[in-house]
């Protein structure tokens, strides 16, 4: 069990400048990205670049790394994010929102979703609301909070990679069962890391007394930004990790890295309708 690991995930953040508002702090974000003419300009986008996948703790320990390639997708709310694997069982993800719907296609040759994917299927805020990816995609929910109808509180600072950050929870319109937790670089103001946690009671034991010892089912989702770069008067990250954890009642702990670097951002391609299809 990864027990320590949970308390550090949920330990109270210091104090930040409590000067700032949320309001505040979105509106540099936006500056960081791209001017408001550059942003609204910006009607679709593509990402392509490379994909790691590595098993940090589980299976014996954890595994070798599976290199594969993926995708990022996106025109006003809709997205699609892929990855591809070919050399193990699993083959990697394809996530979709069209505007409507989301879709959450199998990941294995033995066609079941994996963790990561129910993970996301289940809390769909993550696509419906265009969270998956940060400011790499058009969907990003910060660009249209008003529409969104988000809350955000600001919860102090935090360090992210040894850097003091803007802690703000992001509440969705419709309740989730996530709590949903984004990091902004305090000198930048750059969107750097999002955080999805939940919490599941379980006591479903084979008796009472087994049912007394069953531990929460907890899962955390970690997407991590780094190497920014500018392009085409909009500046984006290169660099994106994400950490899926997942601990069961029983103590069994399971621990999925991706490591994803993308080389090429193109901005208003005109893209087919078909890259929205959910199937």
């Known amino acids: 069990a990864l027990a320590i690991f949970w308390a550090l995930?949920?330990?109270?953040?210091?104090?930040?400048?409590?000067?700032?508002?949320?309001?505040?702090?979105?509106?540099?974000h936006l500056d960081a990205i791209g001017s408001s003419t550059v942003r609204a300009a910006a009607k679709d986008r593509v990402a392509q670049g490379t994909a790691t996948y590595k098993i940090v703790v589980g299976v014996a320990g954890g595994g070798g790394q599976t290199e594969g390639k993926t995708g990022l997708v996106s025109e006003g709310h809709k997205l699609r994010f892929m990855m591809k694997f070919l050399q193990t069982d699993y083959r990697g993800e394809n996530l979709v929102f069209n505007g409507d719907a989301i879709g959450v296609a199998f990941a294995?040759?033995?066609?079941?979703?994996?963790?990561?994917?129910?993970?996301?299927?289940t809390q769909d805020v993550i696509l419906r609301d265009g969270l998956l990816g940060g400011v790499l995609t058009t969907a990003w929910p910060l660009l249209d909070l008003a529409g969104r109808k988000a809350k955000l509180t600001l919860e102090g600072t935090k360090k992210v990679e040894g850097r003091p950050?803007?802690?703000?929870?992001?509440?969705?319109?419709?309740?989730?069962?996530?709590?949903?937790?984004?990091?902004?670089?305090?000198?930048?103001?750059?969107?750097?890391?999002?955080?999805?946690s939940t919490s599941v009671a379980n006591n479903v034991g084979a008796d009472i007394t087994k049912s007394s010892k069953l531990m929460p089912e907890r899962s955390m989702l970690e997407e991590d930004f780094s190497d920014f770069q500018t392009a085409d008067g909009l500046t984006l990250p290169t660099h994106w990790v994400l950490h899926f954890t997942r601990e069961l009642p029983d103590g069994n702990t399971t621990i999925s890295a991706w490591d994803l670097k993308t080389n090429e951002i193109?901005?208003?391609?005109?893209?087919?309708?078909?890259?929205?299809?959910?199937?």
């Open 108 to 121: 294995t040759i033995s066609k079941s979703r994996s963790p990561f994917g129910s993970f996301v299927a």
């Open 9 to 28: 995930a949920n330990t109270p953040s210091f104090a930040g400048d409590s000067s700032l508002k949320p309001e505040e702090i979105v509106a540099r």
């Open 266 to 279: 193109t901005n208003n391609m005109g893209l087919d309708p078909r890259n929205f299809e959910v199937k």
């Open 165 to 196: 950050a803007y802690q703000l929870r992001y509440e969705p319109r419709k309740h989730c069962e996530a709590k949903i937790m984004l990091y902004f670089d305090q000198e930048t103001f750059r969107h750097v890391r999002t955080e999805y």
